[in-house]
């Protein structure tokens, strides 16, 4: 809980084989980090569209992680360096949109590693937190009818 | 009063590219006239709002709409023309996407007129007056003005709309194409794009040398390169070229004047953000995979929002920039 | 559209390890104010009979069409739960498994903050699920014969153990013999065991093998395919001599009036046109080389026809295509010698007594150009023998590794001239970095090698050695000192054999950065490549002693038994991704990005497509497609999208 109750909504897409076993040992140890980060787990770090972070930020995230394998170490061999690139190039997109770059967050967290998932999350919660809320709607409004017709 | 079908053309924040456009068609034109009755076409017919007001509900079989809304008159007039039309086309990129007006959602209307009417070095405007809303000119008459949005919105987010006729301009095909539908009463189910969905690589001159495998190991700008009419893929030397997330139907007029596509005929029909899905196929083609190079290999590309949003940053997921 | 659903949730408590932060029975009852949910139940431990027994029993019951469960992690009881769905009659990809115990009570201190992190995940879980779809198992009819393409000892291994009535395997070898590099050494490490001794059982059974088709003098020309249906195209060269009437009695070596450099030898000795591999190699055939050959430059040589008492010299031999299917294949193309030119400090003249490694095993042969005489090359007994180690290994200007057994290559080579006698009274020095000899035995030789009175100089890196040869000596120049030698021997990197360099391009495989073809993973999977149903084996893959080549073949052979049944279907993964035809404009994005080049491009229709055999489902290409025309079967876009708008 910080001062001005502000608990960031983050987003973490986690792939199968290693960052969502990492989080499962961060689990096993019982290692604490802030509940406001949630988890969506893909097959591939590779698979994480640079699209889903855009509505993550769009819908309401404050702060986005893609966390993969480390590198050479991808299930499906290079899946992570495509996270990597696209990462290394959503950033400073969505850094000429005035989303501060910090937001989006990459990491590689092996399926042993649960000290380092606790605290990567932990990092981002408080990177995000002093960041402030994102509140990317509010942000851009007013917005005049959005609805595609039918 | 004759009974053909009465048909509005209006424009909104476009460049008039549009109406050239439809000028474009050439003797064709003759056919439209023929076949339609052009009740309100401000650029070419000097009809007023008034007669628009006087129609009943529906009485337009079509309005063909060109321009990005961010005034309050645009605003108030497509939404009268919605009423008295039974079918609303979005033409041209402006009104399907945003269109290169769409690029002032970068600033906001402060910023605008701070630059345009302040900062300029040519100005001669010593009290920095800028566009009001509400003026008393001369102290004694009142003077309104449409009010001047912060963003730029694509037609379909500030009424319904049942077609999209795309680009910047649309060719003359896709124009003839559109009409031959709507006279024929062959258009497909509403909210279509008309036309086709597969990205221009499907129909680019270029395709057939294209490699299995491109590997980009820098971005490289169009006028920074000497190679442009050699024939081969523009994203081989580097360039971005937009085709892969547009659709076509634009008969590849820039690829066959060795440019390469900058986007305006919109995404295809199931992509959403044009800019966000050309950025993930552009970096997913980058050639390194060293940590430390990457960003060199970006940093290539200053800008980032200009080549992937030309046309659509007003109808992208994240819709503008944030101004602080 | 649909059926309207029928959504089911079962929150497992899993005793107290979850129900003991988070309040399961609160989220069970706002669950159930959710749209389309039938049921939302608790129970102790849904992992357990009766709790799985229960599940079926709410499904069957309620008559539910998709379920989400909440409970461990994916990686514990997917499995299970999508074993119970099939037992209930439900497709088994028509749930969702939320992780509430890693996931949330164990990290999570707060109970409140614990319960609506869980509520929020099995929302989100709630309307992803309502977008999966059915997907069923599939199966592909698959040749289960092999092709093995390289006859060492890792090709013969993997040979030998997959040959059987019912699996055929080719065994494709560029030169006249098998054994490959190991045909040149006269012993092996550590026990100076007779190599060719070793080795010949092994070659001799390749031969005998009803079930080995053995092509050698036969280069792969060409393989398209896939993991159970390769089709590949093998150039049989001609041999110019007929294999079951020659004896093998050389008498036709001696008319040959052409001599030329002896590759088999590392260009050591000579050779004629007409040429063994070595003497004992297996098959012990003779081949006419056309390329030195008289008859192929116009003349009307028969020396070797006329020396034949057995008729075996066929001039109208041709080469023969021949062209096989195959369900999997085996690359053991083996390594060659690092090329020590590349090194400017080590320039010497040809004539100079300076030897690679595998030069050197020659010299030290009773198969080699002096019948395993250790002379000079003007004839006479070295009295002095520099062996410089590391040369072009460990090295970043040349390559960047350690090629494993060169040291202990040096050390067995020491100790078979010592042993055997082969020079007496010669005093020989090593010029090493580290001594890297971790083979069983190679300590005890390395220890009697000092007591014996071999000089061991460790030196930084032997790479920057310079080295000059002048009147029949070579100097040998160190940063401290500079030494004379009669002999040197260069301890040459191992890299891999360039001849495999077409083919390997061809099945589109990846190299690293040190030329090595990339193995699946270099730890878990290092005989499989990321091509389905294509292995690396043996010093082709990574610098290896003889004892893991053979392992290496065995490996591979094992693998290909276990997935490549004879009779049997190939099961190929269901979770592959497809593109639709209606949205692909054939951009080629995604053949530029999969890695198991699991993608290929139809000219006719101009569009991509996926192999659904060779897909593993990453989804690389489905984020990149700029069409948005992929999908990921169970990860398409509206269930991640659903997922991330019920979390937000």
């Not at chain 2, 034109?29 to 023929?34: A, E, H, N, P, R």
């Not at chain 3, 041999?239 to 008498?251: A, L, M, T």
């Not at chain 3, 057995?310 to 021949?322: Q, R, V």
């Not at chain 3, 043996?538 to 693998?559: E, F, L, Q, R, V």
Request: charged share 25%.
């Amino acid at each position: 809980m910080t001062e001005t109750g502000f608990e960031p909504n983050i987003i973490a897409f986690v792939c199968n084989w290693c960052s969502y076993g990492g989080a499962d040992i961060a689990g096993s140890m019982r290692l604490k980090y802030p509940s406001n980060i949630k988890l969506i787990r893909v097959m591939c770090s590779g698979r994480v569209d640079p699209e889903f972070i855009m509505e993550a930020f769009r819908s309401g995230a404050d702060g986005v992680m893609v966390l993969g394998c480390h590198p050479n170490d991808c299930h499906y061999i290079e899946g992570n360096y495509k996270a990597l690139k696209r990462c290394n190039m959503l950033r400073p997109l969505l850094d000429q949109f005035n989303i501060e770059q910090d937001r989006l967050h990459l990491d590689w967290v092996s399926a042993s590693e649960g000290e380092k998932f606790a605290r990567v999350s932990r990092e981002m919660n408080e990177r995000i937190t002093k960041l402030g809320p994102l509140n990317w709607e509010k942000a851009i409004g007013p917005i005049r009818s959005m609805e595609v017709p039918s | 009063m004759s009974d053909k079908p009465k048909i509005a053309i209006y424009w909104c924040s476009s460049c008039g590219g549009c109406e050239e456009a439809v000028v474009d068609l050439n003797e064709a034109i003759l056919d439209v006239v023929d076949a339609v009755d052009i009740v309100f076409w401000p650029v070419a017919m000097d009809f007023k709002y008034e007669d628009v007001r006087k129609l009943k509900d529906g009485e337009l079989l079509a309005s063909f709409i060109n321009g990005g809304i961010r005034l309050s008159e645009q605003e108030e007039i497509v939404k009268l023309l919605r009423e008295k039309s039974q079918l609303v086309f979005a033409f041209g990129s402006c009104a399907v996407m945003g269109g290169v007006p769409g690029l002032a959602n970068m600033t906001d209307r402060e910023g605008i007129f701070t630059r345009v009417y302040k900062e300029i070095e040519s100005n001669d405007n010593p009290e920095n007056r800028v566009p009001e809303t509400e003026t008393k000119l001369d102290g004694k008459y009142d003077l309104e003005l449409p009010e001047f949005y912060d963003s730029v919105y694509p037609l379909d987010q500030i009424i319904p709309v049942d077609y999209y006729i795309p680009g910047c301009a649309p060719s003359p095909e896709t124009i003839t194409d559109a009409f031959t539908a709507i006279l024929e009463g062959k258009l497909p189910e509403k909210g279509s794009v008309l036309s086709p969905t597969k990205s221009l690589c499907d129909t680019c001159p270029r395709k057939d040398s294209k490699p299995d495998k491109i590997e980009i190991e820098r971005f490289v700008e169009p006028h920074h390169y000497d190679k442009l009419d050699d024939g081969r893929c523009f994203l081989e030397a580097g360039i971005i070229c937009m085709g892969p997330a547009t659709r076509g139907g634009c008969g590849e007029r820039c690829i066959n004047a060795n440019m390469p596509c900058r986007g305006c005929y919109g995404p295809p029909n199931n992509v959403k953000d044009q800019g966000v899905r050309m950025m993930s196929a552009l970096s997913s083609l980058i050639k390194t995979d060293e940590e430390k190079e990457i960003p060199k290999v970006i940093e290539t590309l200053p800008d980032l929002i200009g080549p992937l949003y030309m046309y659509g940053l007003p109808s992208s997921i994240l819709f503008r920039k944030k101004i602080k | 559209m649909n059926e309207k659903e029928r959504l089911g949730f079962f929150l497992c408590e899993c005793s107290k390890n979850i129900s003991g932060t988070v309040d399961v029975h609160k989220i069970k009852d706002e669950l159930r104010k959710l749209p389309d949910v039938v049921t939302a139940e608790v129970t102790n431990l849904y992992c357990s009979a009766d709790g799985k027994a229960e599940i079926i029993e709410s499904i069957k019951k309620n008559k539910l069409t998709k379920v989400v469960i909440g409970g461990c992690s994916v990686k514990q009881h997917e499995h299970t739960f999508m074993k119970v769905l099939e037992e209930a009659g439900l497709n088994p990809y028509f749930m969702q498994l939320v992780n509430i115990r890693e996931h949330v009570a164990w990290v999570t201190d707060d109970k409140d903050k614990a319960t609506a992190k869980a509520l929020a995940l099995l929302k989100a879980a709630y309307h992803r699920v309502q977008f999966h779809e059915a997907f069923e198992k599939k199966e592909i009819d698959a040749n289960a014969d092999v092709l093995v393409v390289g006859g060492g000892l890792s090709g013969c291994e993997a040979a030998l153990n997959l040959a059987s009535e019912e699996r055929k395997v080719y065994l494709v070898e560029t030169q006249p013999s098998l054994g490959g590099q190991a045909t040149k050494y006269e012993s092996s490490f550590p026990s100076l065991e007779c190599c060719s001794c070793m080795i010949l059982p092994k070659l001799q059974e390749v031969v005998e093998n009803p079930h080995i088709e053995l092509l050698t003098y036969s280069d792969v020309e060409e393989i398209v395919g896939f993991f159970g249906n390769f089709e590949a195209a093998i150039n049989k060269k001609a041999k110019y001599v007929i294999p079951d009437k020659c004896i093998g009695c050389n008498e036709c070596l001696a008319p040959c009036p052409v001599e030329v450099p002896n590759e088999c030898d590392d260009f050591l000795g000579k050779r004629k046109a007409i040429h063994f591999q070595v003497t004992g190699a297996t098959p012990y055939i003779p081949v006419i080389d056309k390329e030195t050959c008289l008859r192929f430059k116009g003349e009307d040589c028969t020396k070797c026809r006329d020396a034949c008492m057995f008729e075996a010299i066929d001039y109208d031999d041709e080469d023969e295509k021949i062209n096989i299917s195959v369900g999997s294949v085996v690359l053991a193309t083996g390594f060659e010698s690092f090329d020590p030119a590349l090194i400017p400090n080590m320039h010497f003249s040809p004539d100079a007594d300076v030897y690679t490694g595998l030069q050197f095993e020659r010299l030290i042969s009773n198969t080699g150009p002096t019948s395993g005489k250790l002379v000079k090359r003007d004839g006479t007994k070295p009295k002095s023998l520099v062996m410089i180690h590391c040369v072009g290994s460990r090295d970043k200007r040349y390559k960047n590794y350690c090629s494993n057994i060169c040291c202990s290559v040096l050390l067995k080579m020491s100790s078979q001239i010592l042993e055997e006698k082969m020079a007496e009274g010669i005093r020989i020095t090593h010029l090493y970095r580290d001594m890297t000899i971790g083979s069983t035995g190679m300590e005890n030789m390395y220890e009697k090698l000092k007591q014996e009175g071999v000089d061991f100089i460790k030196i930084a890196n032997p790479n920057d050695v310079s080295l000059n040869s002048q009147n029949g000596q070579v100097q040998v120049r160190l940063p401290e000192k500079t030494m004379t030698a009669d002999m040197v021997v260069l301890g040459t990197a191992m890299v891999p054999n360039k001849k495999a360099d077409k083919l390997i391009d061809m099945m589109m495989l990846s190299k690293d950065e040190e030329g090595f073809v990339m193995p699946t993973h270099r730890k878990i999977d290092a005989v499989s490549t990321p091509i389905e149903g294509v292995f690396m084996v043996g010093s082709a893959s990574y610098p290896k002693d003889i004892s893991h080549s053979i392992i290496d073949g065995s490996a591979a052979a094992g693998k290909i038994a276990s997935e490549l049944k004879p009779g049997k279907k190939l099961e190929i993964e269901t979770l592959v991704s497809t593109i639709d035809e209606e949205k692909c404009s054939g951009c080629k994005t995604c053949i530029s990005i999969c890695p198991y080049k699991a993608i290929g491009y139809e000219s006719e229709k101009g569009i991509s497509v996926i192999n659904e055999i060779l897909c593993r489902g990453c989804g690389s290409c489905v984020a990149a497609c700029p069409s948005n025309a992929i999908t990921a079967r169970l990860f398409e876009d509206n269930t991640i999208l659903a997922e991330l708008g019920g979390l937000l």
